[in-house]
């Protein structure tokens, strides 16, 4: 037993060094940080220390691989030309896709809010147009039933003005002191 386990720790002993320098991924920084000096060269003073993404005002570009320029701040100062960028960074370009995307996610879920408050409004429309519905139909129905009882009033009101106009007939065939049987 003693031997097994005197195996297992050479081999454990053995085996670290292998196991200590197993390779890992990096990446290099995308933060520069560059040097802004009084005037061309490393030997003038440094002003300011930039860094990537910093927007600048580009006052003069110099054939030595200099360029003079102007911070947002107002500060004027030297950099070497070939830290400087038409555009700005992708890291900035990132930023500002990232705030964007926030934006727009908000924005949507303000809008969803608003379609589902809009649906439910459209739903209680329905029901109350469904309720006017049944209500208009039930007037309707009234309607044609009062029609008919008004139709049936003017007919007896007919039938009512010919029947005393028999009887003033009969009456003067009769005379005004005769009763009629009927």
Known sequence: MNKLINH?????????PLISSAETTRYVSDQLEIT????????FAIKRVLTSGDR?????????????VRTIEGVEGWVLTRYLMNAPSVRNLVA??????????????????????VSTKVATFDSKSMALKQTSQ???KELDSLKV????????????IQLKQILKRVKGCYGASHTLDL
């Open 138 to 140: 039930r007037f309707k």
């Open 56 to 68: 600048l005002d580009l006052i003069q570009a110099d054939s030595s691989g200099y360029s003079k």
């Open 8 to 16: 297992i720790l050479l081999a454990l002993l053995i085996l670290s």
């Open 36 to 43: 802004m000096r009084n005037g061309q060269g490393v030997k």
């Open 96 to 117: 500002d896709s990232d705030q964007k995307v926030v934006n727009l996610e908000l924005e949507l879920a303000i809008t969803k809010e608003e379609l589902q408050n």
């Open 149 to 160: 009882t008004a139709s049936n009033s003017i007919a007896l009101s007919n039938e009512n």
